[in-house]
């Protein structure tokens, strides 16, 4: 089994098409990264697999190695500038980001045009912050992050626009090939996998597949030597739920969590995406779309709400373009084109967006319940 090498398996599941797993998996991989952790990604959305487009690694091809195939790496473990010193280059006389809110001061604005974390960010409709992020501080100090590697359908692909017409047992088998043949490298700490929509036969597959894996090897466990009388030591450690505020989105999002009750899969949280929107020049976060049906479904199912995320164009042109995030005034951000550092990996553009510190807060939410487990 190629899973040996992995020490935690994570599904990004819901039962809505369109909500944004993809984009949360992807985030969520890029903030463990920056915690440290070495992370995978497999993408099991075998008829819209968009993985590789959002990490930007579209064109790499698949290696076969003596007992499988080895996943494409996106960035190795590696030290970063101290963001700190990355802000200072992008924003002249820009210290620490400021959260920032409609009534800031008759100064806010200016600061504003300089860098900003937007208000809201993280937190739950109520308000409470208890298992969201904190206030978001940058250290002065390199910092040192994980390695990621990924493995998609798309990468066996002939273009972006090849359509996978496939029937069941198919889609069953690749998933299967997928978790078995995939060499993913030692010390991976995280596997997401993320999954299309619904409760179809792939999460079927995945989850008969990973609920038979036996126990983890002793060597796996030296970091948390009580999970081995625990059922921390199964690799599945479960489950993150995506939904959207709307309740068209949450009613259909609650037969997933039904799902992964019927099937004995842990639910590690529930993320909701599209919380709002973020002004690329105010910064602040408005809620267009609605808040709190996450939450709210969240206690019915008497599981853990891990936070809200907004919507952030600079996140779009992130992915899509390469560039990293900028903001203020539109005059502002013209002119910061040839004062900011474009180059670097994703992960490090990364940390220059404002969705960053509410990922701080989710993967923190989720180590922190796996760890519990």
């Known amino acids: 089994m190629s899973l040996n090498n992995v020490e935690h398996v994570i599904l990004i599941l819901s039962g809505k098409g369109g909500v944004g797993k993809s984009s949360i998996t992807t985030q969520l991989a890029l903030s463990l990264c920056l915690a440290g952790h070495s992370v995978g990604i497999l993408d099991v959305d075998l008829t819209g697999p968009s993985i590789p487009r959002l990490l930007g690694v579209e064109n790499a091809k698949i290696t076969q190695a003596p007992g499988g195939w080895l996943p494409v790496l996106v960035h190795p473990s590696q030290i970063l500038p101290p963001l700190s010193a990355v802000l200072q280059h992008s924003f002249p006389g820009a210290e620490l980001p400021k959260r920032t809110g409609p009534s800031d001061g008759a100064n806010s604005k200016q600061d504003d045009n300089r860098s900003f974390l937007p208000s809201g960010l993280g937190e739950s409709a109520s308000g409470d912050t208890q298992n969201t992020a904190q206030p978001y501080t940058f250290s002065s100090k390199p910092a040192v992050i994980g390695s990621l590697?990924?493995?998609?359908?798309?990468?066996?692909?002939?273009?972006?626009?090849?359509?996978?017409?496939?029937?069941?047992?198919?889609?069953?088998?690749?998933?299967?090939?997928?978790?078995?043949?995939?060499?993913?490298?030692?010390?991976?700490?995280?596997?997401?996998?993320?999954?299309?929509?619904?409760?179809?036969?792939?999460?079927?597959?995945?989850?008969?597949?990973?609920?038979?894996?036996?126990?983890?090897?002793?060597s796996n466990l030296k970091s948390n030597p009580a999970a081995s009388t625990t059922s921390q030591s199964q690799q599945l450690a479960g489950a993150v739920i995506v939904t959207t505020p709307q309740a068209v989105s949450t009613s259909d999002v609650r037969k997933e969590l039904n799902f992964c009750s019927k099937v004995g899969v842990v639910v590690l949280g529930v993320v909701e995406n599209m919380a709002g929107y973020v002004c690329e020049c105010c910064g602040v976060c408005t809620n267009v779309f609605g808040k709190g049906g996450g939450e709210v479904m969240s206690e019915e199912f008497g599981v853990r709400f891990l936070g809200s995320v907004p919507v952030d164009a600079q996140w779009g042109s992130l992915v899509e373009e390469g560039k990293r995030p900028r903001y203020g005034e539109p005059e502002l951000r013209e002119e910061q084109v040839f004062m900011v550092k474009e180059d670097g990996p994703l992960v490090d553009k990364y940390r220059s967006c404002s969705l960053c510190p509410a990922f701080y807060g989710i993967a923190r939410g989720v180590v922190d319940k796996v760890n519990e487990l």
């Open 149 to 218: 590697h990924i493995m998609s359908l798309g990468f066996l692909l002939p273009s972006r626009s090849s359509a996978v017409v496939w029937r069941g047992p198919k889609k069953t088998a690749m998933v299967r090939q997928f978790l078995t043949d995939v060499l993913w490298p030692p010390g991976t700490k995280y596997l997401l996998i993320d999954t299309p929509p619904g409760t179809s036969d792939e999460h079927i597959s995945l989850a008969e597949t990973l609920l038979s894996l036996p126990p983890l090897p002793a």
